[in-house]
């Protein structure tokens, strides 16, 4: 499944812009499911409540009222491999947006022609960055990117996931299935209830690791070489 959002201001280019971009995708075959948006707002607050929103933003640029850039900014400042694509016109003021690593620009008058040559484009880069871990938690289900998780933790027979951004409880239990899963993805057992993203660990000692935010975790001394060799040492 691809999350996509559409923002444009004006409400009549937005659905027009919107129902190109969906039967483009799905005509490429596709499993999306695509928001619009008008107001740049309604993202933002999105993104500050929750991580890992959309793995597609289109964003109208208006340099009128700034709205776009706006919206790049701020999200960008929460996600910083969402793709962002914006649509417009192009002008001498362009040049702005750039500074948010846009994944590409679509010319608003050019959309049929320039939507297709990027779908391909978009379909690497996807496969490439998005490996996702779901989970439930008591009032919502979640996806935090495979990347994204520094490390999960069973304890009162809870699963504890933290990230880079957040600390979530879910209800699931078998730490051995998650393991199965993760397998291939750079995660280490430190102990029987605890799995750790090698990319997050800053040192090791006999009993502890040492993450980049300064937070440690005990080790299990029977697992030290694993995680010796994991870290590459």
Known sequence: MVNIAVCYENKEDLYYMAKV?????????HNIELDVFYESERIMKSYDNTE?????????VNMA????????????KKDSKVI??????????????????????????????????????????LQEKNEYFYFKTKYEKI??????????EISNRKLKIKTMNNCYI?????????????????FVKIHRG??????????????????????ELIASRYRIGDIEMAFGI
């Open 21 to 29: 971009i969906y039967n483009s995708f799905k005509n490429k075959g």
């Open 52 to 60: 890992c929103i959309y793995d597609i933003i289109f964003v109208g």
């Open 143 to 152: 996806r935090v990117r495979t990347e994204d998780i520094v490390y999960l």
């Open 84 to 125: 962002l694509i914006f649509l417009g016109t192009i002008n001498e003021d362009i040049v702005e947006i750039f500074k948010y690593k846009p994944f590409r620009f679509i010319r608003k008058d050019h959309i049929n022609k320039d939507i297709d040559e990027a779908i391909s484009r978009i379909t690497e880069e």
């Open 65 to 76: 009222t700034n709205n776009g850039v706006k919206l790049a900014e701020h999200v960008r």
């Open 194 to 215: 605890c799995l750790v993203n090698v990319k997050y660990i800053k040192s090791i000692s006999k009993q502890n690791i040492i993450l980049y935010d300064a937070e």
């Open 170 to 186: 879910s209800n699931l239990r078998k730490l051995k299935d998650i393991a199965e899963k993760l397998k291939d993805k750079n």
